[in-house]
T-cell receptor, first 112, second 112 residues
Framework: GDSVTQMEGPVTLSEEAFLTINCTYT??????LFWYVQYPGEGLQLLLK?????DKGSNKGFEATYRKETTSFHLEKGSVQVSDSAVYFC???????????FGAGTILRVKS | DADVTQTPRNRITKTGKRIMLECSQT?????MYWYRQDPGLGLRLIYY???????NKGEISDGYSVSRQAQAKFSLSLESAIPNQTALYFC???????????FGSGTRLTVV
């Protein structure tokens, strides 16, 4: 079945460091891909999405590009802030409004 | 008020007890979901409903049941709680034809 694999955390960075969180997927075909963020004590929020190959999603300084050749959707940010500390989930979905398949999540800790 | 409200926020119950987790939404979305979050496992789908008369099992439905009382209400029941059902439970909604998912703030359930 479909699955999403994320790099294990926690990832600990100093403020203003460059962030990469790796995400790869296994699926037949080309699903839509998402990054969700969960701040402490809260539910998940959509961070960005890409609905077809080579699309780049971006939001709040975060970016991810849908790479069908490597079945990847890595999350990047050029300069992280303490406020970016959260759990980040990569996910896929097959159609509008349909159920999401999540990766295990990656904890990000940013130190000042 | 939150778009997706889950009650209770926290609950401790004893093994063998029946417990119900409730979810209500003001988004007007037709689709509703129950997910379970465990450390290192991400979010796993328990049940989902695409409209009031449509209920579907997710990947980990054993030991759970659901009721879609109205378009805005979707309840999750544990008929006889067991300790390995200790987890963080999230309700989510989405609308057919869009990619937007809205999550509740979660219910932290502990079974002792």
């Amino acid at each position: 079945g479909d699955s999403v694999t994320q790099m294990e955390g926690p990832v600990t960075l100093s403020e203003e460091a460059f962030l990469t969180i790796n995400c790869t997927y296994t699926a037949t075909g080309y699903p839509s891909l998402f990054w969700y963020v969960q701040y402490p004590g809260e539910g998940l929020q959509l961070l960005l999405k890409a609905t077809k190959a080579d699309d780049k999603g971006s939001n709040k300084g975060f970016e991810a590009t849908y790479r069908k050749e490597t079945t990847s959707f890595h999350l990047e940010k050029g300069s992280v802030q303490v406020s970016d500390s959260a759990v980040y989930f990569c996910a896929l979905s097959w159609e509008y409004g349909n159920k999401l398949v999540f990766g295990a999540g990656t904890i990000l800790r940013v130190k000042s | 008020d939150a778009d997706v409200t889950q009650t209770p926020r926290n609950r401790i119950t004893k093994t063998g007890k029946r417990i119900m987790l409730e979810c209500s939404q003001t988004k007007g979305h037709d689709r509703m979901y129950w997910y379970r979050q465990d450390p290192g496992l991400g979010l796993r789908l328990i049940y989902y409903s695409f409209d009031v008369k449509d209920i579907n099992k997710g990947e980990i439905s054993d030991g759970y049941s659901v009721s879609r009382q109205a378009q805005a209400k979707f309840s999750l029941s544990l008929e006889s709680a067991i300790p390995n059902q200790t987890a963080l439970y999230f309700c989510a909604t989405s609308e057919t034809g869009t990619y937007g998912y809205t999550f509740g703030s979660g219910t932290r359930l502990t079974v002792v």
